[in-house]
């Protein structure tokens, strides 16, 4: 019999052959297999989780806190989501029905888009933005429309440039600010006139404020369904990642209007269960008791970020200046190279990681992402090292 050899990828989904791998982990991948690499990349906390957050989960294992929970969470956990949303945002949520706890902001994401979208509704995506809202539509069965923000505009998003995009189809808008991998802030006057906009075409927003804590200058973070009239059609995403140093904890949640959170558990209740207990225990301790650890953490940020912007402000390259999150996205065109030329030279000569901007969308040409969530150390040696590239390196 004539042996013949099967196209395993003509048997995978065609919704999975059509997302691409992760642009950011292309070059950390080769940078694994190097001596002596400063990673600007990773959007990674370099703090450990704050002391009393992993005595409250060691306490829980000695008490032998280790069952499922219910699908939606620990309801002392969703009392003080909803506790916080009313004392910080003013903005009322009932921990009952409203709000889900789900593992890591990405899982809820994912469960609202396939909770909303039939195959074919369109989703408005501002770029450059996180890597993973273009994949999560597609596997959802949706169709991505990336919006380019303006450099010019310190890439806030506005209804002008949504407004050539809207289709019949049209039945998301999915924006993320403080914005992964910019640095970019909404006023609150840019995100009422956002709020216009998704009234006046009826759209769902899923609003992902996973760096909503870390904000610089006095700005202060403006929760989008805190807004009049949006409360109902917002899906707030947030989790404790980043604000209090959890990436491995894999903890989020999702607040949202009662029918939609419901239809999201569904999903949840069928393919995670629930999110760990003991991630869930550490949570309510970082609410309860985290804010002088998030607060001390955020300062040091801050100080970071000072540093990385002079440092490519100095060494000539155009930069705009991040009011939130811990990412700066400098524009290295006037080097000659393209982002992933650039990206790829840098790590080969200096030894430097970091993520071309093409990772974040189309619009992210010519711009690359550094991620300010290292030490003082570190992010100095990386910028001789960048400067020295670019002195010895221009095309």
């Known amino acids: 019999m004539k042996e013949t050899r099967t196209d395993w990828h003509d048997r995978l989904s065609a919704r999975v052959n059509a997302v691409a791998p992760s642009g950011i982990r292309k070059f950390f991948d080769i940078a694994a297999q190097m001596d002596d690499v400063i990673s600007l990349g990773v959007g990674e906390p370099d703090f450990v989780t704050p002391w009393p957050i992993r005595e409250a989960c060691v306490y829980g294992l000695e008490q032998g806190y280790t069952s499922y929970t219910a699908n939606r969470g620990l309801m002392e956990l969703r009392q003080e989501i909803a506790a916080m949303y009313a004392t910080r945002y003013h903005v009322d949520y009932t921990p009952d029905t409203d709000i889900l706890v789900t593992v890591g902001v990405s899982e809820a994401m994912d469960l609202a888009l396939r909770a909303i979208l039939e195959p074919g509704d369109e989703v408005l995506i501002p770029e450059p933005c996180y890597v993973s809202?273009?994949?999560?539509?597609?596997?959802?069965?949706g169709v991505a429309v990336p919006v380019p923000?303006?450099?010019?505009?310190?890439?806030?998003?506005?209804?002008?440039?949504?407004?050539?995009?809207?289709?019949?189809?049209?039945?998301?808008?999915l924006i993320g600010y403080p914005n992964n991998p910019t640095g970019a802030i909404m006023t609150r006057a840019d995100l009422e006139k956002i709020a216009d906009f998704a009234e006046k075409y009826d759209l769902i927003v899923i609003s992902d404020e996973i760096y909503g804590a870390l904000t610089y200058?006095?700005?202060?973070?403006?929760?989008?369904?805190a807004l009049p009239r949006m409360q109902e059609r917002t899906i707030l995403l947030n989790g404790f990642s980043k604000a209090y140093a959890m990436t491995g904890w894999r903890i989020g949640y999702a607040l949202g209007n009662p029918t939609i959170l419901a239809a999201m558990t569904k999903i949840h209740q069928y393919t995670m269960l629930c999110a760990p207990i003991t991630a869930q225990m550490g949570a309510m301790e970082a609410l309860r008791h985290g804010e002088k650890a998030r607060k001390k953490m955020l300062s040091e940020y801050d100080r970071r970020r000072r540093l990385i912007y002079d440092g490519f402000t100095k060494m000539g390259l155009d930069c705009f200046e991040p009011k939130g999150a811990f990412y700066i996205f400098p524009d290295i065109t006037s080097t000659g190279y393209t982002s992933d030329e650039f990206a790829e030279a840098l790590l080969q000569a200096e030894h430097v990681a970091l993520v071309p901007g093409t990772a974040f969308g189309a619009c992210g040409e010519g711009h690359v992402r550094c991620s300010y969530a290292t030490s003082i150390d570190q992010i100095s040696e990386a910028l001789a090292r960048i400067e020295n590239f670019i002195k010895n390196h221009k095309k």
């Open 133 to 141: 809202y273009a994949a999560c539509t597609t596997l959802a069965g």
């Open 149 to 173: 923000a303006k450099r010019e505009n310190e890439f806030r998003i506005t209804p002008e440039e949504l407004e050539g995009h809207v289709t019949d189809r049209t039945k998301v808008l």
């Open 217 to 225: 200058g006095g700005e202060e973070h403006v929760c989008f369904a």
